[in-house]
Every structure is written in C-alpha cells, then in structure tokens.
Nanobody, 117 residues
Framework: QVQLVESGGGLVQAGGSLRLSCAAS????????MGWYRQAPGKQRGFVAG???????TYVDFAKGRFTISRDNAKNTVYLQMNSLKPEDTAVYYC???????????WGQGTQVTVSS
C-alpha cells in the first residue's frame, strides 16, 4: 500500500522559511517522479514543484527563486524548502508520486502552511 506522509507545515511570519518533508512507503521511491502541489481555500489544487527520478527539478513561476525541491532516495523522502514566504503561500501542501507512470496518481494527506502578514 502506497503511503505518502507530509510533515513540516505550520504557522510562520511573512519572510520566514519552512521545510516540508514527504516520507514515502509502499513504492520503489527511486523509480518515482515526485511533486508538490498546494490548495488554498476556495481554489483548485495546483502544481508547485516536481523532481524527476534523476533529480531534475521543475517549478511553477511563483516558486522559482524561493522554493527548492530535493529528494533523498536513501530515506525515501522528498523535501520542499520554502523561503521568503508570503501570505499568499498559505495553503495545504500535498506530496505526490507518479508511480513510474508519468502522472501523479499517489497523494499524501497534506500539511497546512499558514503565512501571517
């Protein structure tokens, strides 16, 4: 059974930083592309960052220069380092795995990030 468990969310002031973690089990982690998505209240879930099996990252425009995605295959964990946080970054952040299929079909339960102004 695939499990993705996010952690590291919380309340932070604008300009602060958080590092999200996503621990995966039930999959061969190194064979999965991984991603982070977020969903703010009243909005659709949207892509934030992704990382290929080989470690190449991609980012949505608002994340470039502020967020860094990384992976540790030995720990079956993907990270999202978020710096210079803004109130508009407030959302539930979800981890996703592609199961080697090229689309994100496995999801975690999400972790809340709240940025106060």
């Amino acid at each position: 059974q695939v499990q993705l468990v996010e952690s590291g969310g919380g309340l932070v002031q604008a300009g602060g930083s958080l590092r999200l973690s996503c621990a995966a089990s039930g999959i061969i982690f190194s064979r999965n592309a991984m991603g982070w998505y977020r969903q703010a209240p009243g909005k659709q879930r949207g892509f934030v960052a992704g990382i290929t099996r080989g470690g190449s990252p991609t980012y949505v425009d608002f994340a470039k220069g502020r967020f860094t995605i990384s992976r540790d295959n030995a720990k079956n964990t993907v990270y999202l380092q978020m710096n210079s946080l803004k109130p508009e970054d407030t959302a539930v952040y979800y981890c996703a795995a592609d199961g080697g299929l090229g689309y994100f079909g496995h999801w975690g339960q999400g972790t809340q990030v709240t940025v106060s102004s």
